[in-house]
């Protein structure tokens, strides 16, 4: 059944895809700058490219998970949003204030940005992924605010299930780690460790939550399998998320100067992480082996078991390669870094809301699925962005390997400029591969608008 506020979801759907595209083509700007240094400075120097890159990531992953609660509450509670208006109201807020920051990384050197907009008041800014200006960092509270008092209050209203809950707690976790991002001690080492309160226990904690209920929710649709068997999956995944997501922030703790005992539970539990990983790779093929229905969107179900397995691959695999503190020792801070970094935020996060939105949109524009020949431009999308993907991660892992060698473990260790001359190779192949990431994205967005054939009209 439908619910006339679901449509709210549209334009957050809308802006996130939009600021999706913008963090592909800052990162590909990013990756030229790593083989012809000079390429658009000083117009857009390295630093600004990077800071635009991640903080499209969140924004854009921001947008969607909103959207997907949108959509998703009212179904689940079957009532209608509590206030659209105010959903349509934050929207435009956090959209004006998400612009706004953009064009101030852009337009004014960073150091001026932050006299700007009253750093000298309360100093938040200069830490990475949390270089939002105050007001921007207010106004994410504000939004996150108004938009889990607008869900909280629709599930109150109506039916309570385990994914609108789990994606709630996920939420409000979300919004609560995020104060973690206004305190910014003197001290490195107190800095760095309540640093990782938000940027760990986002992406390794509550984000899961919400990963693990947006997935649900679309197996249920797209399956028909009885809601009990999927729930019941779904609470023993996020209990192995809590529990070993949360005491293996450690294995950020290994080299910050936290005290030792941090490098054996950061170790152990984070060796643990790719479990519920893999619990969710099962789940998904699991739910899709045992549908009791055909649901027409094929690309929808082609995403959500990509998901489970981008995201085992990425988060788990590449992320136990180096959770261990002996092999962390050598590997923290190379590009086995952002090997993992890159296919673990695309496999868990980027796809299960590109999954989302592949389901939603559809529905939001009065059919079940799009057109078959739209949903074959889909599927090559997917193919085109998860193999490069898959590329862009073994280029990095190479560079990472071989980084590793040449800067920290031979006998007379190279500087840290001359082995980046060395891995140019794995640079420009991981250019390459994120250029063919781009043109599957493109036709991600294209597919929507792909008129040929006849859409499936939903009932």
């Known amino acids: 059944m439908q619910y006339k506020s679901q449509a709210v979801a549209k334009p957050y759907f809308i802006a996130a895809i939009g600021l999706f595209v913008g963090q592909i ?10 083989v012809v240094g000079d390429f658009l400075f000083p117009a857009i120097p390295f630093n600004v490219a990077r800071m635009v890159h991640t903080n499209l990531l969140i924004v854009w992953t921001l947008f969607a998970f909103m959207g997907a609660g949108y959509y ?116 490195l080492v107190l800095d760095k460790y309540f640093w990782w309160w938000t940027v760990h226990l986002w992406v390794e904690g509550v984000w899961e939550l919400i990963l693990g209920a947006m997935l649900a929710f679309v197996l249920i649709k797209i399956t028909g399998v009885d809601r009990e068997v999927i729930e019941k999956w779904l609470y023993v995944i996020i209990a192995m998320t809590l529990i070993t997501g949360i005491i293996g922030t450690g294995h950020h703790y290994f080299w910050i100067g936290a005290p030792e005992y941090w490098q054996w539970f950061g170790s152990v539990f984070s060796a643990l992480e790719p479990i519920p990983f893999f619990m969710m790779t099962v789940f998904a093929f699991n739910m899709v082996n045992r549908r009791r229905r055909e649901h027409p969107n094929k690309a929808a179900t082609l995403w959500a078991l990509g998901t489970g397995v981008m995201s085992f691959l990425g988060a788990g695999v590449w992320g136990f390669m180096h959770t261990l503190a002996p092999v962390n020792f050598y590997t923290h801070g190379t590009q086995i870094t952002a090997a993992h970094g890159h296919m673990a935020f695309f496999g868990a996060y980027a796809m299960v809301n590109l999954t989302m939105i592949s389901y939603a949109m559809p529905m939001l524009r009065g059919r079940s699925a799009n057109s078959r020949s739209a949903q074959t431009l889909e599927m090559w999308s997917f193919w085109l962005m998860t193999v490069s993907m898959v590329f862009i991660t073994l280029f990095l892992t190479a560079a990472g390997i071989l980084q590793i060698w040449l800067q920290r473990m031979g006998s007379n260790p190279m500087s840290f400029m001359d082995t980046q001359d060395q891995v140019m190779l794995f640079y420009w192949l991981r250019e390459i591969a994120g250029l063919v990431f781009f043109v599957g994205l493109v036709l991600y967005i294209w597919s929507f608008f792909y008129k040929k054939g006849e859409a499936h009209i939903a009932a």
């Open 72 to 187: 998703l509450i009212p179904e689940e509670a079957e009532t209608e949003l509590f206030s659209p208006k105010l959903a349509i109201i934050m929207f435009w807020i956090f959209l004006v204030a998400g612009a706004l920051t953009i064009v101030g990384y852009l337009a004014v050197p960073y150091a001026t940005l932050a006299r700007m907009t009253g750093n000298d008041i309360l100093a938040t800014m200069g830490r990475e992924f949390l270089e939002q200006p105050l007001p921007t960092k207010v106004g994410i509270v504000i939004v996150a605010l108004a938009f889990l008092f607008n869900i909280s209050l629709t599930v109150l209203k109506g039916r309570k299930t385990s994914i609108s809950l789990v994606l709630l707690l996920g939420l409000w976790g979300l919004a609560v780690f995020f104060l973690f991002s206004f305190y910014n001690p003197s001290n």
């Open 25 to 34: 083509l800052f990162g590909l700007i990013m990756g030229y700058q790593y």
